[in-house]
Every structure is written in C-alpha cells, then in structure tokens.
C-alpha cells in the first residue's frame, strides 16, 4: 500500500519511523543476490554449518515431540547451563533463576534492554564504527544516539578520554562490543578497567554485547562484566550465532540483576513470548561441547585472517589488524570515492561483495568491510580479485 496515496485518510507510518534509515547492509545485499558469481565477504556468518550434534539435538527433540511453548525466561536446563558456562568462561555468577532470559538472538536481547532501560531522551553512548542495530534500535525507543567515534591508529579502541568528552546529565547507558563488528577490535583489561572506573564515577549502566568474545585471537577475552562492582550495572548479552554457527536457530540470552531481567521479562513476554523451544535444545547441546567445537572454528578462522592480512599487505592496502570478530576493516580513503562507490563497482567489475564501510556509522566512511568467514579457496580468489581491481584503478 502507498502510504502517500491521496484516498488513505491518514498516514498510516509512526512518525518515529520517517527518518529511520532501511540497513546499508540490506540494500547492498539486494543488489548482490541479483547476481551471478560473486564471492561474497559480505554477510555476518560463519562458514561453517552447524556442528552436527546440535543439529541432531534439535531434530531428535522434534522427533520426541517438543513442538510447545517453554517458559517465558527460557527452558531452566538451559538458563543453568548458560549460568555455568557464563561462570567458566568469564568468571561471573548469575542465578539461573531469576538473573537469566533467554531470547531471540542478541538483536531481542539488545531489544529488550534498551526497551527495559531508556526512557525519552536518555543518552545512550557506543563506540563506532558499530553493529548496524544500534542507533536504530535507541532510536525506537526514543532515545538519543551519542556515537564515539574510534580510529584505525588506534585500533579502533575506546578510551576513556573519549568517554569523557562525550558523558554528559542526560547519558544513562554505554554500549560495548568487543570483539567489534566491523573492526575487529578488541580491549585490553586495562582499558576495560578505566572504562569500569568511569562507568562507576558517572552512575551509568553497561549494555556488554558479547557476541563475538570466542572468537578471539591473541588474548583471551575478558568481559566488563567480571570486574569489581560491575556486575551490578552491566547487562551482559551473548548468543550462539557466531561462535556456534548458529544464526538461524535465532537463539541468544541476557544476564543481568533480578530487577533488569524482570522488566526485560515484561517486553518480551507480551511480544515474544519465549524463543524457539527447538532451539532452545539446540543451544543446550551446544553448550555441552562448546570448548571443543569452538576451538576449531577459531583456529580456521585465524588462520583465514592472516591470509586475508597479507594479502591487503601486498595490496598497499592499510588496515589493523582484527584481533578478534571475523571482519577486517581496511582503509579505501587514498583511492579518493566513497565507500559506497568503491563496494559497488568491486561487485561491478570483480564481482566480489564487501560491505561499504558507512553502513556501520558516519565514522565507518573510508574503509569496507571484508569478512574472512568463508571458505579458504573463495577467500584466495576474492583477493586476487580485490588486487586486480586496485591494480587497475
Ligand atoms: C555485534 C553484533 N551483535 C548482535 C548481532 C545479532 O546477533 P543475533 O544473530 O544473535 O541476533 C550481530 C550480528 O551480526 C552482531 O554482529
């Protein structure tokens, strides 16, 4: 229906929704399953199909007849083992009970925080270039979006300078996603602890968007979560999309004090009502064998990253190096054309799908984003089409 159509008596659309810009990555990624061919550095996932024995777990559960409704929070076996392996993992302890919510995805369980948290004009900071869904979905809960922008010399670090400059009254809740998508960055502890330091001095709550915290490279991965007094005021989100595979099961939870987990509990069970009770038992089987299955995956992962990292090396291409993530983020800013126009005549000329850099914030301008999750072979083919493309320019 034409929403301008002269015989509607009203404008259907909320007005909230009139500036709110469709995904860069959408749009792109229309024009790209138009076409033939492409090698696509694109998406946001995996190359590997889900381990088999979470598969199996899903259709077995099928087969004995789970096809109900779950409680709202989450079948409890599952909010247990996601409680022990919060604690294995990151040394922090949430009760299964009451401190745990099972959602679809980060994307609800993002959702259902800044819903549960951000009253009208509240102040919500992150550091970009960032997740597609952040401003949007502050936006819809008629918030204010307060971007910090990070660079590449500096590997996309947030530091608390920067916090500072841009705290104010009106902040209320910041935002982190280490590893990031699009950079790749990760923070060091130290970091973090200044970062919990000013967190503590300006009273504000932490959303902590865990997502890609397996898939680190050099470190082990520490969360903001896990240091003192922080615990109290970090909502902690994790989901099994990226280091399980697991997209398509839409599965991820949220950790977070009785109080949060209660009024995040209100949304989503008028909205949601409960996830998948299918992947639900899918994730409880992940998360019995998450070591060993992981492990393969990052190892696969890392080495496609030095791949690709030599590779923009050879090209002259400047970048830093990700640390965790599967995207890098080099820099097309010499090559004098938007990040648009680069990413769209690569697709023209190579036929090789990279996510222009802008769709993940005004600060991601200047740079692509090339995923290193697929296959080694499309991978080596892809670069010696990026290096052709630059070689001709
Ligand atoms: C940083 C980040 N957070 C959240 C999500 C959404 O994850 P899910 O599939 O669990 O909804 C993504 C997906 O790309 C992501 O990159």
């Known amino acids: 229906m034409n929403t301008n159509d002269s015989k509607c008596p ?48 899903s259709v077995f559960a099928l087969e004995k007849g789970a096809t109900g409704y779950t409680p709202n929070l989450g079948l409890l076996k599952l909010r247990e083992a996601c409680s022990a392996y919060v604690k294995k993992t990151f040394q922090i ?54 971007p910090i922008p990070t660079q590449k010399e500096d590997h996309f670090r947030l530091t608390r300078d920067q916090l500072e400059e841009k705290v104010t009254s009106k902040s209320k809740i910041l935002i982190l996603n280490f590893p990031t998508n699009p950079t790749g960055a990760t923070l060091p502890s130290k970091d973090l602890a200044d970062i919990a330091a000013f967190i503590c001095k300006h009273n504000l709550i932490v959303i902590t968007d865990e997502i890609y915290a397996e898939l680190s490279y050099e470190e082990p991965h520490v969360s903001i979560a896990s240091f003192p007094g922080m615990k109290e005021r970090t909502l902690f989100l994790h989901g099994f999309s990226k280091a399980w595979a697991m997209t398509g099961f839409r599965l991820g939870y949220a950790c977070a004090p009785p109080e949060i987990i209660e009024a995040m509990m209100k949304i989503h069970q008028y909205t949601m009502l409960c996830a998948p009770i299918l992947s639900q038992e899918a994730a409880y089987e992940a998360l019995q064998k998450a070591e060993t299955d992981i492990a393969a995956m990052r190892d696969a992962y890392r080495k496609h990253r030095n791949f690709m990292c030599a590779s923009f090396q050879k090209m002259n291409l400047p970048y830093a190096e990700p640390q965790g ?69």
Not at 14 to 40: E, T
Not at 328 to 351: R, Y
Not at 352 to 373: D, K, L, M, N, Q
């Open 10 to 57: 009203r404008k259907i659309i909320a007005k909230n929704l009139h500036d709110l810009p469709r995904s860069g990555i959408r749009d792109f990624f229309d024009v790209v399953s138009s076409m033939h061919d492409v090698i696509s550095l694109g998406v946001g996932e995996p190359g590997f199909d889900t381990p088999w024995h979470i598969r199996e777990a």
């Open 93 to 146: 302890d949430y009760s299964p009970k009451e401190e745990i919510i099972i959602t679809v995805g980060v994307s609800e369980a993002l959702d259902l925080a800044i819903r549960a948290l951000v009253d009208p004009g509240d102040e919500v900071l992150y550091h970009e270039p960032c997740y597609v869904s952040y401003a949007p979905v502050i936006r819809l809960a008629y918030g204010k979006p307060v």
């Open 325 to 393: 993530a599967f995207y890098a983020f080099p820099n097309i800013k010499d090559l004098e054309c938007s990040s648009q126009e680069f990413a769209l005549k690569l697709l023209e000329k190579e036929k090789v799908a990279v996510v222009p850099g802008s769709a993940f914030g005004a600060s991601g301008e200047g740079y692509i984003r090339c995923s290193f999750a697929t296959s080694l072979d499309d991978l080596k083919e892809a670069m010696v089409r990026i290096a052709r493309f630059l070689a001709r320019r």
